[in-house]
């Protein structure tokens, strides 16, 4: 079965870092473009940032360029975002997901449940 | 980038459809034919629904349906059903290369 499950959200003051990662299976997961997209409490969905397959392009949303950084580690099957200088408005759940809807990787089909990061004093 | 447009809520009874809009520019959705609607229920994960404007991913039903016209792109839902009632989002590629959702849709089912 095709999954990824995210982890290491929690509570951390303005200002401060956490990274969060995604563990995937059941696919190959080097062939791959990876995704986050986040959703704020009661808010919609933003996209926040992506890595190709061999981490030779990565594109970020405004919101976070300067302080956000994706990587992965394709002999771990891992994704990760680096997060630094949160904010209140980073406070949202963060969410992997891909596209296997070939050839374009622009529908992202498979998705994580989520983790959940609070920015707050 | 400010999100893709969409109204905040649209309504609708059993059988019957109902159409979401999703207003972009050139840069994104009037540019590409990667638009794609996403459904989401309370506390869950969203799920793919249309995908490069008009396909259907595996298992979709064929009552989702999408199409797109100069900047604007929608979905129709026909014969709408209860569990149909969710939150929908569009998203289109852009051309920094990037992903931009619209604001989101409350669908309810009447």
């Known amino acids: 079965e095709v999954q990824v499950v995210e982890s290491g959200g929690g509570l951390v003051k303005p200002g401060g870092s956490l990274r969060l990662s995604c563990a995937a299976s059941?696919?190959?997961?080097?062939?791959?473009?990876m995704n986050w997209v986040r959703q704020a409490p009661g808010k919609g969905l933003e996209w926040v940032s992506k890595i190709s397959s061999g981490s030779g392009y990565i594109y970020y949303a405004d919101s976070g360029k300067g302080r956000f950084t994706t990587s992965r580690d394709n002999a771990k099957n891992s994704l990760y975002l680096q997060m630094n200088s949160l904010r209140a408005e980073d406070t949202a759940v963060y969410f992997c997901a891909l596209s296997t809807t070939a050839p374009n990787d622009y529908g992202l089909d498979v998705w994580g449940q989520g983790t959940t990061v609070t920015v707050s004093s | 980038q400010s999100a893709l447009t969409q109204p905040a809520s649209v309504s609708g009874s059993p059988g019957q459809s109902i159409t979401i809009s999703c207003t972009g520019t050139?840069?994104?959705?009037?540019?590409?034919?990667?638009v794609s609607w996403y459904q989401q229920h309370p506390g869950k994960a969203p799920k793919l629904m249309i995908y490069?404007?008009?396909k259907r991913p595996s298992g979709v039903s064929n009552r989702f349906s999408g199409s797109k016209s100069g900047n604007t792109a929608s979905l129709t839902i026909s014969g709408l059903q209860a569990e149909d009632e969710a939150d929908y989002y569009c998203s289109s590629y852009t051309d920094s290369n990037t992903l931009i959702f619209g604001g989101g849709t409350k669908l309810t089912v009447l």
């Open positions: 059941g696919f190959t997961f080097s062939g791959y473009t």
């Open positions: 490069d404007v008009t």
């Open positions: 050139s840069s994104d959705v009037g540019g590409y034919n990667f």
